[in-house]
């Protein structure tokens, strides 16, 4: 048996040495039940990333494991380079919160949530590829319109036209994103040439996938907040919003196929200029490739990762928007405000060790604490802002907010539970009946006639030795729990 690689430091904190120990060694936030289910190849790709160019820090968040280039549930930070692969194909994936004030009894009745699963699918499309043409009473949006949505993220022209809240976007951890010089008009320039490119064949149909959910772990999910007795945490949880016993929608989704176009593209043509002047891939994975800070290649990545973001951002809000007027259709009189919206595949310029750097999220969120001088001017100032963290419909889901120690993760916490199994092993390993059952006793209603079965519960690590792992680490305390009622999944392959 190999003897572990890890240099424990604490309950659920340890360091990784990196390559032949040049550098600042892996911050490893996990306890040794987490740590010791890491495979080899997450760990050869944290070592990879840590010895490529211009990497000053890499965190393991306990939610690891194998991405591409780099593992799902890093951050990876250079004041130098900017990586495409660990921000990845989903170009701000992100989670968002929206609190309406309905109390948890009203949706006791199966009757009524399955008529609120009905009312919320002919508004907000699931499975890849689809969009509006798939939701009778979705929000149609033209290709012109969409383009100004990637330009301009949450402006307040955009959410008008969308009927979206305009004070949400002051809830969005990045209500708008801009070129790589600070400027719109960047945007408008690079779309515009990306266009006459021809680079999104069928511009408009990508444009009609905003408000909609696309497959794999994407999903909204009916929640009740139970909240947290403790008085800090009972402060948090009024200032974000948050309404014990009463119901909220959960949502995770991100760019759809056109930051999935963004990125493919972006990563083709930056292995093709290392391919062209015979650069060395870092470690000998295409996958890694980069661009240096200030270069052509690397402005234009900053530039298509902001038009992605920006999409996926308002992708956000519009399901949101849709989500309570579904509530509203079928519970007429209902209300809402939107809690957060915080990505986890970004790349962000913050300051790390007194220096700008550019800090890659694959699979991690954000963690600012309570006087972080970036929230200066928010809502969460004083208390730091929601960290949206999804575990299962069947054991939760939790917000939960920084504490000062998040500093040592480079202020990122992990953005889930992660999976422990690839979906060909779930598919082979889980037994369909039994992980519908489970979800039945559990009282938990969803949108297809079948759980994806690579999407279950069992698919992913323990949530609870997850959470253990950040709260031990001092990263993070807990605010409210979020306990499934129903879940709305990818039902294209399930109902097939």
């Known amino acids: 048996m190999n003897p572990s690689p890890f240099h424990i430091t604490g309950e659920a904190e340890a360091i990784l040495p990196a390559r032949n120990n040049a550098g600042k060694p892996i911050t490893v936030i996990a306890t040794e039940a987490i740590r010791s289910g890491f495979d ?57 919160l929206l609190q309406m004030d309905v109390p948890a009894d009203v949706i006791a009745d199966p009757s009524v949530r399955r008529r609120l699963i009905d009312s919320i699918v002919e508004r907000t499309p699931t499975g890849a590829g689809r969009g509006q043409r798939e939701a009778k009473k979705s929000r149609h949006v033209s290709g012109e319109f969409g383009a100004q949505v990637c330009v301009e993220g949450a402006s307040r022209e955009v959410c008008e036209a969308l009927g979206i809240p305009p004070e949400w976007a002051l809830r969005c951890e990045d209500s708008v994103h801009t070129g790589h010089d600070g400027e719109a008009a960047t945007l408008q320039e690079r779309l515009d040439r990306l266009r006459a490119e021809n680079a999104f064949p069928r511009f408009d149909l990508k444009m009609s996938q905003l408000g909609s959910y696309g497959g794999g772990n994407h999903f909204g999910e009916c929640e009740v907040v139970e909240l947290d007795d403790d008085p800090e945490m009972r402060r948090a949880a009024e200032v974000f919003g948050l309404r014990d016993g009463h119901v909220a929608f959960l949502s995770h989704c991100g760019s759809r196929g056109f930051g999935n176009m963004l990125a493919q593209r972006q990563f083709k043509t930056l292995e093709a200029f290392f391919r062209a002047w015979s650069l060395p891939f870092p470690a000998d994975d295409r996958q890694l490739v980069y661009a240096p800070l200030g270069s052509p290649e690397a402005d234009a990545y900053l530039n298509d990762m902001a038009l992605g973001a920006n999409f996926a951002t308002v992708n956000h809000l519009l399901i949101n928007s849709l989500v309570l007027e579904a509530f509203q259709e079928v519970l007429p009189g209902t209300t809402g405000q939107l809690v957060y919206l915080i990505s986890h595949n970004i790349a962000r310029q913050e300051v790390v060790d007194n220096r700008l750097a550019w800090v890659h999220r694959k699979g991690a969120t954000r963690a600012f604490p309570a006087g972080h001088h970036a929230l200066a001017d928010t809502p969460f100032a004083d208390t730091g802002h929601p960290i949206l963290l999804p575990g299962n419909p069947r054991d939760g889901s939790v917000v939960m907010v920084a504490q000062p120690e998040a500093v040592k993760s480079c202020y990122s916490v992990n953005h889930g539970a992660g999976r422990r199994m690839g979906r060909k092993a779930a598919i082979r390993a889980l037994d369909q009946a039994e992980v519908d059952a489970d979800l039945n006793a559990h009282d938990i209603l969803y949108n297809a006639r079948k759980y994806p079965i690579d999407e279950a519960p069992n698919a992913y690590k323990d949530f609870n030795e997850v959470l253990r792992s950040v709260e031990a680490a001092g990263l993070a305390r807990q605010v409210c729990k979020l306990r499934a009622r129903f879940v709305i999944k990818d039902a294209s392959a399930a109902d097939d």
């Open 40 to 96: 080899d190849l997450c760990i050869e790709q944290a070592l990879n990333s840590r010895s490529a160019p211009g990497v000053t820090d890499l965190v393991l968040n306990p939610d690891a494991h194998v991405g591409y280039g780099a593992p799902v549930g890093c951050v990876m930070v250079s004041p130098t380079h900017i990586y495409p692969g660990p921000v990845g194909v989903d170009i701000k994936c992100s989670m968002s």
